[in-house]
């Protein structure tokens, strides 16, 4: 894709985005098709933005102990969350129980589960390895399904050495448009993330949305993983993928170690009525997460405090 192509693209679907409408911005659909009702005009421009935080923030402590699922869904309480989000390289198993014991111990906590998030990714070369990625998704909605969350976090993935990002994003369509048929006779959403690869620009996102075309369908919107280019900058390309965001990750540093201007990101997701979870995902590595994460979640519960409705 040559720039010029990639900046029409992307200005194109900015202002396709925009039209789209606020928080999770999925086109009109009808009703009488089973499809969902458009808010009112006031409803949808009310953002609702709520303190969050991701399980990979306290990886050090889950990967090999001492702390389980079940100590950061009270680590959540302590902290004063809204919501936490499941990612899914923590967990003990998939078997039922296990996951019902986590769902009945949030709602004991009073925790709700912002989403499930799993490692999957949908770009694959060969057909085999798309359909097994397929199947691997139904799982991770299944696990989703039964933690009681409906939001489930999947990656694009990086596109193979000699294939084209045309290529790699028919791949991610083929998969996608049934994983998201699937998620959503159980009233799941899959956001794809803008995470390294091929959807670290947002006109590729959103060129995604527009042919998966499912209300089921969203980015999980990382705020720190956009590449920019010499005319398009990162604030530009969360601004464009707002409508679509199901659920968001936050950092305060961009991937190329660049302070991010948070309040800026803060008025963009209040301007477009956004609606939904700015989960921290903590990565320092100066800090250990146990006084990291509670300054990280500090800013943003100041941020949500200063800009949402709630």
Not at 109 to 121: E, L, R, Y
């Amino acid at each position: 894709m040559s720039n010029r192509m990639a900046r029409r693209r992307f200005l194109q679907s900015i202002g396709m985005a925009t039209a789209a409408g606020a928080g999770l911005g999925f086109p009109r659909m009808d009703p009488a098709a089973g499809g969902q009702e458009v808010a009112p005009a006031e409803v949808q421009r009310t953002p609702r933005l709520l303190v969050g935080c991701c399980a990979y923030s306290y990886r050090k402590y889950l990967l090999h102990g001492p702390m389980t699922m079940e100590d950061f869904i009270r680590e959540g309480v302590r902290l004063r969350l809204d919501g936490v989000d499941m990612t899914a390289y923590y967990y003990k198993s998939t078997d039922p129980a296990y996951l019902a014991g986590l769902r009945h111990l949030a709602y004991k906590m009073g925790m709700p589960f912002s989403g499930a998030a799993c490692g999957t990714s949908m770009v694959q070369a060969e057909s085999s390895r798309r359909a097994e990625t397929l199947v691997e998704i139904k799982k991770w909605v299944d696990v989703a399904d039964m933690l009681g969350a409906s939001h489930l976090r999947v990656f694009a993935g990086k596109a193979p050495r000699g294939s084209t990002l045309k290529q790699a994003m028919g791949w991610v369509v083929e998969t996608m448009k049934p994983a998201c048929d699937y998620a959503g006779k159980k009233g799941i959403v899959i956001g794809v993330e803008d995470h390294s690869g091929v959807t670290q620009n947002a006109a590729v996102c959103l060129e995604l949305m527009h042919r998966v075309d499912s209300p089921y369908a969203g980015i999980n919107l990382d705020i720190t993983h956009f590449i920019p280019t010499p005319t398009i900058d990162p604030y530009a390309q969360i601004e464009a993928c707002i409508p679509y965001a199901t659920n968001t990750h936050i950092r305060d540093h961009f991937d190329d170690g660049t302070p991010i201007d948070m309040d800026r990101v803060w008025r963009l997701f209040a301007r477009a009525g956004f609606k939904g979870y700015m989960s921290a995902e903590y990565e320092g590595k100066n800090e250990d997460p146990m006084t990291g994460v509670p300054k990280l979640i500090a800013r943003i519960r100041a941020l949500c405090k200063k800009y949402s409705s709630v």
